[in-house]
C-alpha cells in the first residue's frame, strides 16, 4: 500500500471487502511499471478544470519548481512544458490553464484555445480531477478529449479522502463516463505516488530518441520563468483581494558582466492590473506589499537562476485588457 492511502481509517460492513479488493487490485496493477528496452520520449498533458493540482502535479514530477501554484483558481495561462528524464524514458508533461467555462473574455479564450491545442496531439492525457469528485466543469473538460489518445484518470488530493470505500464506487462511476486506460489515486505531494505514477506513463510513451538533453526541465526561457514568478507572489501576497486577470509583463531581461557575481541579471517588470484600487491594493501601505512581492520574486529568481538578481517592479492600470484580444496577444498570451 503506498503512503497516500495508509493512514485513511478501514470501512465497516460485510459489503465493503469486494470494494476493498477492487481498489487494491487498481492500486496494484497501476505499479507495474514498464519494461522499456530503448530510449523512450513522449508528450504527456495535463489536463482539469480550475485549481486541482495540476501545477504542483508538474513541479512534483519534473523534481523543480517551473508552474506557479497558488490557492487562487485560474493561476496557470500558459502552456509549460516540464522535462524529466528517468534512465530510458524522457517524459516531456505540459501543464495546461484549467478549462474556463465562465466570463467569455478575450484572456479566457486564449487560455481555452491554450487547453485544446494541447490535447490534440499527445502520446497520453493525465485527466487530473479531485478524488471523488465530478462537478460539470470537470465533465466540460472530459468532454473535450478525442478518442485514440489512452487517458489517465487522475485521482488527485487522496490525502484527503478520509475513507477508502467511498472511493472504489466513485471510480466504477467514472469508468462509466469514460474509457480511461487507468485510474492513479494518488497525492501529487506524496512522493511515492509520484514515483508510481512515472511507471505508468512509461508504458504509454512510443520507443523514439529523447527530444531533449539529459538534464533540461524545461523549454520555457528564463524571462517567462521571471514572469511567472513575480505573478505568482501578486496572488499570494493580495489573495482574493485582487482579480485574476492581473498580469505580469516583463519590460527588460538583461545579463549583465559582474566581476562579484558568477551571473548577474536585471530584471523590470510591470504589474498589469484594470482598476485604480487595484493599483492601490497592489502597492499596499507605504509600498510594503509591492516590496514585499519584489522580494520574494527575486529571492526565488536567485536560486532558481543561480545569480544575483536585480528586480524593478512597477504597477499600471490598463482598464479592460482582459477583453481587448490585442492586447491580450501583446501581454504574450497566445
Known sequence: MNDATKDVAPDQGAESAPVQNDLEAMLSAAGAPAAVPGQRCGVIAIVGKPNVGKSTLLNALVGQ???????????TRHRITGIRTLDQTQFIFVDTPGFQTRHATALNKSLNKT???AIGDVDLILFVVEAGNFTLADAKVLSLFKPGIPTLLVANKLDMVH???????????????????EFVPMSAKNKGDIERLFGICAKYLPEQAWWYGEDELTDRSEKFLASETVREKLF??????????????IDKFDEEKSKQHKRLVKIA??????RDNHKMMVIGDKGERLKRIGTEARQELEKLMDAKV???????????????????????YE
Open 65 to 75: 519548481k517551473i508552474s506557479i501554484t497558488s490557492r487562487k483558481a485560474q493561476t
Open 115 to 117: 487547453v485544446m491545442g
Open 163 to 181: 475513507r477508502r470505500a467511498e472511493l472504489a464506487p466513485w471510480l466504477k462511476s467514472m469508468q462509466e463516463r469514460h474509457p480511461f486506460a
Open 236 to 249: 499570494r501576497f493580495t489573495g482574493d483581494e485582487l482579480p485574476y486577470t492581473s498580469t505580469v509583463v
Open 269 to 274: 517588470a510591470t504589474i498589469v492590473v484594470e
Open 310 to 332: 536585480f528586480l524593478e517592479l512597477w504597477v499600471k492600470v490598463r482598464s479592460g485588457w482582459a477583453d481587448d484580444e490585442a492586447r491580450v496577444r501583446s501581454f504574450g
